[in-house]
């Protein structure tokens, strides 16, 4: 029987798995079991866990068909034999001592759940975030003498939980397939029904914020977000029906979280995600959940500016397109111009093109045009039923991970989505990446 059981999440993450296994691998306190469940990966992750646990009989894999987040983590969860459980993403990493500061807190104060504080992790630098500079450190808090711990719903890492808590609790992950951000649903249980939180003021784990697969930049979780706080309103109604101040302090939390998503999610879906928003504040506004009090000040000048005029307040947050990062990406058709930039991708013994919309059409058949081939588009997830497009066999981006080295890949679509498609053929190491900039559209 292992003290701790740290549940590692895995979908896709080859590229920064092994940091976080070897952060888990070398902590201070080794009565642990690292408890990795893979959720059906397509690239090497799995792999990489069969070998790790090959070397340490501290780590158990559990490999399972792809059944999302929520599922992830109710089967580790199921599955986990530690009196404590840590949850540790795999695309991040903790510091050595993380665990050994956790479980000393929560013994010394027989808390429900201790948290530490945390590094953003991006370009191989830390910044110290401070998240809890606000919160009463080193003593016992919970919900009631602190309503507005539940701001704190954006993060379940740096985190260690008594399991019979949870269990007693019954708290669980929300599973809907395919979905994102269930975690903010588990955090928000965690803080509305535990007794006995201790905080750590002192940064214990690296959260990674240059992760391309982001959900921010996914589409088909835009709304999620919103999914998460609607199931737990329902779920947690006789709670928040209790007590009025901590349904306010809720409801700012809940716009908190969505502006927050606003901000992060790909320039081309914020307007989308803003009225979203504003028919949320409205439904809140018509039942009086809104109190000024309970909001912080700069979220609820904001929400109040969205209440006025919602394309004004649009017009002056939202990112601007181009997106200035592509300036440092290093495509290779930095100095092509005209036909050269057709004849240099005939050089290559395979052309693919990413991105399978008007963009990418358009390019096809001004290659075609002039007596080239393209071997395939390239797309982030499949369409169901999607095999071509113009005859031309339709990839996921990862099946084309073997000929990295070889191929040219264009980046063909607009421009706001280029840097994030430019990061997932970074991840999967392809090296000959061009771009439809001005030049090329102008001759395709």
């Keep these: ?41 397509t690239d090497g992750s799995g792999d990489i866990l069969d070998r790790y646990a090959c070397s340490d009989s501290r780590i158990r894999i559990i490999h399972k068909e792809n059944t999302g987040y929520g599922n992830t983590m109710n089967v580790a969860l199921d599955h986990a034999i530690g009196d404590y459980i840590a949850i540790l993403e ?24 201790v948290k530490g504080d945390y590094f953003h992790y991006l370009n191989r630098e830390d910044t110290f975030v401070n998240r809890l500079r606000s919160y009463r450190k080193r003593e016992i808090v919970n919900v009631n003498s602190c ?12 985190c260690l939980y008594k399991r019979s808590f ?42 990674r914020r240059d992760n391309p697969a982001s959900s921010m930049n996914n589409p088909s979780k835009l709304y999620c977000v919103f999914d998460e706080y609607e199931w737990i309103e329902e779920t947690q ?40 928003l504003e028919q949320s504040l409205l439904k809140d506004k018509e039942k009086g959940c809104l109190d000024e009090a309970s909001f912080l000040p700069a979220v609820w000048k904001q929400i109040s500016e969205i209440e006025i005029d919602k394309n004004a307040f649009f017009k002056q947050t939202a990112r601007s397109v181009p997106d200035a990062r592509l300036t440092t990406c ?36 001004a290659v075609q045009k002039r007596g080239g081939k393209v071997d395939g588009f390239l797309v982030t997830q499949m369409i169901e039923g999607q095999t071509d497009c113009m005859g031309i066999p339709v990839w996921k981006v990862e099946q084309a991970a073997p000929l990295a080295d070889h191929c040219a890949v264009v980046i063909a679509v607009t421009e706001w989505s280029q840097y994030e498609l430019y990061g997932i053929l970074e991840q999967y190491r392809f090296r000959h990446i061009f771009r439809t900039d001005d030049a090329v559209r102008k001759i395709m």
Aim: include cysteine; charge should be negative.
């Design 1 to 41: 029987m292992s003290v701790i059981s740290v549940l590692v999440p895995v979908y896709n993450v080859e590229s920064y798995l092994e940091q976080c296994i070897d952060s888990l691998i070398h902590q201070t306190f080794q009565d642990i079991e690292i408890l990795c469940v893979d959720d059906g990966s």
């Design 147 to 158: 309503p507005d711990i539940l701001n704190l719903a954006d993060s379940i890492w740096s």
């Design 90 to 113: 795999s695309d991040d990493f903790a510091e050595p001592d993380m665990l050994q500061r956790l479980y000393d807190a929560a013994v010394a104060q027989q808390a429900d759940v």
């Design 237 to 276: 109604k006789e709670i928040l029906a209790s007590s009025p101040v901590i349904r306010s302090y809720l409801i700012a939390s809940k716009y908190r979280d969505y502006l927050n998503h606003y901000y992060r999610v790909g320039v081309q879906y914020q307007y989308a995600l803003l009225v979203r």
């Design 330 to 365: 290093n495509f290779k058709n930095g100095q092509i111009y005209g036909e050269a930039f057709f004849k240099e991708l005939s050089s290559y013994p395979k052309l693919f093109i990413y991105g399978a919309g008007q963009v990418g059409k358009r390019l096809a058949e």
């Design 166 to 207: 949870l269990t007693d609790h019954k708290i669980r992950f929300h599973e809907t397939k395919g979905a994102s951000f269930q975690d903010i649903s588990f955090s928000l249980q965690v803080w509305l029904q535990a007794e006995r939180i201790y905080f750590i003021k002192e940064p214990l784990l690296h959260y």
